[in-house]
């Protein structure tokens, strides 16, 4: 589990940093943290992304929030935020887990093969910040495959009618691969999302903090980092995220391909509409993913000292 004796600060000194059980550990309880804290404020933003009507008044807002409990008691109406949590566990967690515990594995086999072609192209520092954004993206990419479970979440926090009364495995049954539909808007999204993210956060703590250790940032270096790392991230990736959203959102007998929702959304509302929720996404959206990576990078060097 020790480094190699490289150049301090160089891309290949990064390989093999902490345990495989540290990083499912530190990974999966960002994930279940996230999940109970922010689980309604994802609903609010993926209805959002799916309004299609212009928002001119508070009842509108309130009505594209809350849908059908509209005009229910405010109980009822937070209670309403809550759907899909089944799926949501299913997908948040296994996500959080892949994508935070996952990205060191990619990092660690672009150090060990390709860490010197990183340092000499990029320069020592930059080179190991764009290697820790790469392997962010490449697994970024691999996502797709819990596609399903998102499918399924955000059907039931914006079109609970998609499911009929059907269950988990009956809608597997009847929809098969039409559970991956939006797989490649999907992948195109999470490239450049997942780059900016782990990109994000390693250019701070290489150019802000100048740490040649990432795994040795404080607690509030790993949260300003988290925070550069978010923010780039959904900037990048809104336009492909609310196509993502629209593909995903539909009914499973009426669906739609991404190019034909591009053409409508551009007739229909202008290109301010690829960024619609973003303002939303950064202020509720935001949070969330900060608080999860944060919550994961300081988790996983954590978990690395006693297990």
Excluded at 150 to 160: E, Y
Excluded at 246 to 270: H, K, T
Excluded at 275 to 293: A, N
Aim: glycine residues 10%.
């Amino acid at each position: 589990m020790s480094a190699p004796l490289l150049i301090p600060g160089a891309a290949a000194t990064e390989f093999k940093r902490e345990s495989g059980l540290a990083r499912l550990l530190g990974s999966g309880s960002a994930g279940v943290a996230e999940l109970f804290i922010f689980h309604p404020v994802d609903t609010i933003s993926k209805r959002l992304m799916s309004n299609q009507t212009k928002i001119t008044s508070a009842s509108t807002l309130n009505s594209v929030i809350f849908k059908e409990t509209a005009s229910a008691p405010i109980t009822r109406k937070f209670t309403s935020l809550f759907p899909g949590l089944g799926y949501a566990a299913g997908y948040k967690i296994l996500q959080r887990v892949y994508k935070y515990g996952g990205q060191p594995f990619v990092r660690d086999y672009l150090a060990k093969n390709h860490g010197d072609t990183f340092d000499s192209t990029f320069g020592k520092g930059t080179g190991k910040a764009i290697m820790n954004a790469t392997a962010g993206s490449l697994i970024g990419i691999g996502e797709i495959i819990l596609l399903p479970l998102d499918v399924l979440k955000i059907k039931r926090q914006t079109n609970p009618a998609a499911f009929r009364s059907r269950g988990f495995f009956r809608i597997v049954a009847d929809e098969g691969m039409g559970l991956y539909r939006g797989a490649g808007w999907t992948a195109a999204r999470n490239a450049p999302g997942s780059f900016a993210l782990f990109g994000g956060s390693a250019f701070a703590k290489e150019k802000i903090f100048k740490l040649q250790d990432y795994n040795a940032a404080s607690w509030s270096q790993n949260f300003v980092a988290s925070i550069c790392g978010a923010s780039a991230s959904l900037i990048v990736s809104a336009p492909l995220d609310v196509i993502k959203t629209r593909i995903q959102n539909r009914n499973f007998d009426n669906p739609e391909s991404g190019f034909r929702i591009v053409g409508s959304m551009m007739r229909n509302e202008g290109i301010t509409s690829f960024f619609k929720g973003l303002t939303p996404k950064m202020l509720m959206t935001g949070p969330k993913l900060v608080f999860s990576f944060w919550l994961a990078q300081t988790l996983i060097p954590a978990f690395a000292t006693v297990v």
